[in-house]
């Protein structure tokens, strides 16, 4: 640090504290990290020990020693030894891993969604192509039972060997994933991944379960079969759609608008999972009601086909609208997908914007002053632009639970505006008088006049009495800015108020900014979270569907390759016959993409309108459309892709063994040569 | 008669009711067929034979009226029931479709058996292929075998689980004459030499002439039956007449 700085024993720098630029004399260096002052002008400028390490020589008897410890501290402190010391873990790290598990449990739980949607459509493709053979089997003596049972083996055995291939890639990328978590900063620095067998066994149990939980519709469906399916020709799914899947659809809707609502009341901690669940009921709903919908919208969009010269044009329309099975299963995982980034993503982006709106409409000053570059503005940095700012510090409940604590006075709180107090008047605040929180009023029982026992950040016990409740104030108490300030000399502020943009003196790590600005600030780290978890979950859902998009297609090719045969021998070129089905395919995305916007958009205007009558302030919709343009992109190259090469097989049209000098040349499938 | 029948209809009646209007496919239609006979049921287009087949069989139920097997009142039946019912006393030949394309030859017949959950021995069924003359293709997948051989493999299938009798829905309709010679003649030699009782579907008069006994249906009614005299000529005459009337 000394070289970096060009710092010398002897010469003098200025650096910031948390009372403002302080300067020292360097008196030598040392290869540690940082910056080591005399334990008198440490104890000046931090808050106090709170915690004292016990470094046990090798072999030493850990408990002996934590008995002793124990004795020596008395009532003073706790003492925690191995697996315990976790309670010591800084807040920042508890939070960062709080938001790791929502990370990581939305992933999971987007997965398994997703899952069980792609194994439920794959399945239900495959039980309509097998209508005849289930027909058969019920025909010749195989109970419904056995036919359902027959079904639900096949997904244990694909949904087994699939998990198990699962179980062993994640065993394998697991510790890069956890790498990857703590650079985006989901999980704290120090975490990492290590590879136990629980785990692993339970995915692979949830791998399989997710197959049978998919299959189960299929399954039914299968069992449902008559005998006298056997007999027909094609295997036409000509039944209209039965009315529990139409009450379903329907419910799982309004289930969804419902939760949107729910996801914009539920505040920034819960917004991205609330949405989540609410995308996904929404999905649901629109999936259920896909077989009504897919083939009237289907009509519609190849319409304009129907009115062009070429063949192309027709046969698309034609075949996409017979094979409709084929349609909807292919546009259904692009619905749940684009839908599904839609939603989210304007959910997260609208919601960001309209917490900047809320917060440029609660603020009562013009300007305010901002931490630049450095954690947080200290009471100079505030006095300096003749700011007023709340600390936030935490106070400890006898058990050790820590409550987060905010230091302000009666004044800005004027300014800020966000505090509303439920009862008792704020200008009440002072000394020992503090305001508390609903929940915690709640879960402690506490009223206007009782009285709270606490440890503050220096350690010293007191007793705050309760003046009343208050919403909005961004921690667990309220107190006076100055009892905040006697009890931790590193408290920082975030923001502080000032009556109009003046400028900081410089050196004082702080800058004015408009509120514009501020509102789009100051929460952009959280944010930037935020945004990386939603791409995370788009990624994962694309990756489902185009998986799900490209097998429908590989299913449904293998059993249309002699239609595409009798195209190509009534005269189609090869080229032809490719476009055709590249052009199938890429309708069926495109429907579904249309979908998904359909079933996203009204979710979205309903959650702004929400947002807009909360804070009583227009809130702009934004949806990322580069990003919704990109899935759907990616849907549409895989899928023609997919259609394109699963169709090859078909422009190779056999040959008969023809007689050529006398000779009868066998040829093989492929057109090979069987040698004599 | 002495003789027990092995199926019998009582006035079944099967509708279906279609968007605009019904379809009387089986009108009131009254019959017995008897344990070792052959009986082949013959009509124009669209009369009704398949729908008969597929109630007396148990693959479709009636709408009204009483079908019995083996002593046996299918009505009394749920689902499962009838399952067990076409499982054990019943067997089937269609027109096409038989096999599970899946399965080798082998296992197709074994199928029965396997879904009833019985024990059964490699050569019970190398030994019901053998009997179709079909023993050298037991590994074979239907896509490997011919249509006559196919349709010898499904009466190998149906004729595993002992059946008290054989329903067959235009059997030979997809093969060329030759091959239906040599499914018709095991057909009969099945009726002559194992007291089979076979009930069969055709539109074919020479077909027909196999039979013992030949049942006519024209709009859904039984409107003649042949009982002596059965030679493909006086069963195409009575053909052409019942065609004649069913286009005017
Ligand atoms: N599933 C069905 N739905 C509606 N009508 C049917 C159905 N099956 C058969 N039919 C009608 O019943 C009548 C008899 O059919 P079928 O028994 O197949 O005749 P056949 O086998 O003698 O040609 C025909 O008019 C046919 O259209
Ligand atoms: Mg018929």
Not at chain 1, 27 to 40: K, M
Not at chain 1, 113 to 136: C, D, H, M, N, Y
Request: hydrophobic share 50%.
């Amino acid at each position: 640090m000394s070289r970096a700085l060009g710092l010398a024993a002897g010469t003098e720098a200025t650096v910031l504290t948390v009372r403002g630029p302080e300067t020292f004399r360097v008196s030598g260096t040392v290869d540690g990290p940082g910056v080591y002052l005399s334990d008198a002008d440490a104890a000046a400028l931090a808050e106090g020990v709170r915690v004292i390490g016990v470094v046990t020589e090798p072999g030493a008897d850990v408990a002996a020693v934590a008995s002793a410890v124990r004795a020596a501290a008395g009532a003073q402190g706790r003492v925690y030894t191995g697996e315990a010391r976790g309670a010591l873990e800084s807040r920042d790290d508890e939070r960062t891993r709080w938001i790791g598990m929502q990370v990581l449990t939305g992933m999971t739980v987007l997965s398994a969604f997703v899952s069980v949607f792609v194994v439920a459509s794959t399945f239900a493709f495959g039980v309509a192509q097998r209508r005849r053979e289930f027909g058969l089997l019920r025909a010749v003596g195989a109970t419904p039972r056995q036919v359902r049972r027959m079904v639900y083996g096949e997904a244990l055995v694909v949904g087994g060997v699939a998990a198990a291939c699962g179980v062993a890639l994640g065993a394998v990328l697991g510790p890069s994933l956890g790498e990857l978590l703590v650079a985006a900063g989901f999980e704290p620095v120090g975490f990492e991944v290590r590879v136990s067998a629980p785990p692993l066994a339970g995915a692979f149990a949830v791998g399989v379960l997710v197959a049978l939980l998919g299959v189960w519709s299929a399954a039914r469906r299968a069992a449902r079969v008559r005998p006298l399916e056997a007999l027909r020709e094609a295997a036409v799914d000509d039944r209209p759609m039965p009315r529990g899947r139409w009450i379903a659809g329907a419910g799982f809707c309004a289930l969804g608008v419902a939760a949107a609502f729910g996801a914009a009341v539920a505040g920034p901690e819960g917004l991205v999972t609330s949405g989540l669940y609410a995308a996904m009921a929404m999905i649901v709903g629109v999936a259920l009601l896909a077989p009504a919908v897919v083939p009237f919208v289907a009509r519609a969009l190849t319409w304009p086909l129907n009115r062009g010269r070429g063949a192309l044009g027709m046969l698309v329309r034609e075949s996409a609208l017979t094979a409709i099975r084929r349609t909807a299963s292919t546009a259904t995982p692009v619905l749940v997908t684009v839908g599904f980034a839609v939603l989210i993503t304007g959910m997260v982006q609208t919601t960001a914007a309209s917490f900047a709106a809320a917060r440029t409409t609660t603020i009562r000053t013009e300007a305010v002053i901002m931490p630049d570059g450095v954690p947080g503005l200290s009471d100079a940095a505030a006095a300096a632009s003749g700011g007023e700012s709340a600390l936030f510090s935490a106070l400890y409940e006898a058990n050790g639970e820590a409550l987060s604590a905010i230091g302000a006075t009666p004044a800005l709180l004027e300014r800020a505006g966000e505090v509303r107090a439920v009862s008792g008047s704020p200008a009440a605040l002072g000394g020992d008088r503090v305001f508390v929180s609903p929940w915690l009023a709640k879960e402690r029982g506490l009223r206007a006049g009782s009285a709270l026992r606490v440890a503050f950040e220096d350690g010293t016990p007191g007793t705050l009495r309760v003046e009343g409740v208050a919403e909005g104030v961004g921690a667990d108490v309220l107190l006076a800015r100055d009892t905040v300030r006697a009890h931790d000399k590193a408290a920082l502020a975030d923001v502080a108020y000032v009556a109009r943009a003046t400028p900081v003196p410089p050196g004082m790590g702080a800058r004015p900014a408009d509120l514009d600005t501020y509102a789009a600030q100051a929460d952009a780290d959280e944010d930037r979270l935020v945004w990386t978890f939603t791409l995370l979950l788009v990624a994962v859902s694309t990756a489902y569907a185009a998986v799900a998009v490209a097998n429908t297609l590989m299913m449904a090719a293998g059993g249309r390759l002699r239609d595409l045969r009798v195209l190509r021998l009534s005269g189609a070129t090869s080229r032809q016959v490719l476009g055709t089905v590249a052009a199938e395919s890429a309708l069926a995305v495109i429907l579904g993409t249309g979908l998904g916007l359909v079933v996203a958009i009204p979710a979205l205007l309903g959650l702004r309108s929400g947002y807009g009558d909360l804070i009583g302030r227009h809130v702009p919709l934004v949806v990322p459309w580069g990003l919704i343009a990109a899935v759907a992109a990616t849907c549409l190259v895989l899928a023609a892709t997919a259609a394109v090469l699963a169709s090859r097989p078909a422009l190779t049209v056999r040959e008969r063994p023809h007689v050529r000098t006398g000779v009868t040349v066998k040829r093989r499938r492929d057109g090979s040569e069987i040698p004599r | 008669m002495d003789v027990k029948e092995t199926v019998r209809l009582w006035s079944v009646r099967r509708l279906y009711g279609t968007a605009d209007r019904t379809v009387r496919a089986l009108d009131g239609v009254t019959a017995s067929f008897h344990p070792g006979t052959l009986t082949a049921v013959m009509g124009p287009s669209g009369s009704g034979k398949s729908t008969l087949l597929h109630c007396a069989a148990g693959l479709d139920r009636p709408t009204e009226g009483k079908v019995v097997i083996d002593g046996t009142d299918l009505g009394e039946l749920d689902e499962t029931g009838l399952t067990l019912l076409r499982r054990e006393r019943v067997g089937f030949v269609f027109q096409a479709f038989n096999l599970v394309s899946a399965l080798t030859a082998e296992q197709n017949v074994a199928l029965p058996l396997k879904l009833a959950g019985r024990p059964i021995a490699p050569a019970e069924a190398r030994a019901a292929l053998a009997e179709v003359g079909l023993a050298e293709r037991a590994g074979h997948r239907p896509s490997g075998l011919s249509g006559g051989e196919q349709q010898r493999v499904a009466i190998a299938r149906a004729l595993i689980t002992r059946p008290a009798v054989l329903f067959a829905d235009e059997p030979t309709g997809q093969l060329d004459t030759k091959t239906s010679r040599q499914v018709l003649g095991m057909l009969r030699d099945l009726v002559d030499n194992q007291a089979q009782t076979v009930i069969m579907v055709t539109h074919d008069p020479v077909t027909a002439s196999y039979a013992d006994r030949v049942l006519f249906l024209a709009d859904g009614r039984l409107v003649d039956e042949f009982t002596t005299g059965v030679t493909a000529e006086a069963v195409a005459a009575r053909m052409a007449n019942l065609e004649a009337v069913a286009s005017c």
